[in-house]
């Protein structure tokens, strides 16, 4: 189950953020402005291709809305998981840490990730309830078809997940 959710929030994060910067940017600009930029040029590509894709204005601006709330969730747990492994390599410093103490980090870890994947799913399934099947279908082969381009090491667009 666990598995599961990391996967959904995986290919989630993958569709709505990979396009946003080529491999080597996306590794090297996780802090401060650039971070921020980042984050913002993944607004925007999710917008373009909402704005193509999504026929009524005002059901795209809720569409778009919905993604900035999936940003802000990934940012947020992207935060989150980074101050979890910072408590590890601490931990890890000490010599008499115990088993326990890194289960107890390793377990509220999960958890945040859980309920991280748990909201982005509860806010992917309000997108598609805004859109048409034939949006969404739309909408998810080009997200597809985007991120394929930026996948490291590969070109073309990948055929699943």
Known sequence: MKRMFSGVLGV??????????????????MGGAAGDAYWQKGRQDMAALIDRTVKDPAKAKQVNE????????????????????RQLYTLNGSYTATPADFTKILNEAGQQRMATSA????????MKN?????????LT???????????HGGAGAKTGY
């Open 130 to 138: 805004l859109m048409t099947e034939d949006e969404w279908k739309a």
């Open 66 to 85: 919905i993604v900035g709330e999936i940003v802000d969730q990934l940012k947020a747990g992207r935060e989150q998981e980074r101050g979890y492994h």
């Open 12 to 29: 989630v994060a993958a569709a709505l953020l990979a396009g946003c910067s080529s491999y080597h940017s996306h590794h090297g600009m």
């Open 119 to 126: 909201n982005i799913l509860t806010l992917r399934f309000r």
């Open 141 to 151: 082969d080009q997200m597809l078809s985007y991120s394929g381009r930026y996948q």
